[in-house]
């Protein structure tokens, strides 16, 4: 079993910056992709951003040039930096990884942007 917990969610105003982090502890044999999901009220979960364990990533259009999604497969941790916060992107975040084909969640931390 893997093991996700992530950091870094809570309230801030638009057009401000927030940090999100994520640890991934258990049965970590091999970690491919790692990401992050969001999930507003209402709305189904969709994708925000994702990198592969070589570095590649890609992002949803809602998250292009705003959000910066990094790793550090030393610790096993995946950030995303959000910049330019928008009261859309209040959310739920998730984050996800892949580990010898199975994809394993996080809890959610809040995201809320306020106008």
């Known amino acids: 079993q893997v093991q996700l917990v992530e950091s870094g969610g809570g309230l801030v105003q638009a057009g401000g910056s927030l940090r999100l982090s994520c640890v991934a502890s258990g049965s970590i044999f091999s970690i491919n992709t790692m990401g992050w999901y969001r999930q507003a009220p209402g709305k189904p979960r969709e994708l925000v951003a994702r990198?592969?364990?070589?570095?590649?990533?890609n992002y949803a259009d809602s998250a292009k040039g705003r959000f910066t999604i990094s790793r550090d497969n030393a610790k096993n941790t995946v950030y995303l930096q959000m910049n330019s916060l928008k009261p859309e992107d209040t959310a739920v975040y998730y984050c996800?990884?892949?580990?010898?084909?199975?994809?394993?969640w996080g809890q959610g931390t809040l995201v809320t942007v306020s106008e």
């Open positions: 996800t990884v892949v580990s010898l084909a199975k994809q394993y």
């Open positions: 990198i592969t364990s070589g570095g590649n990533s």
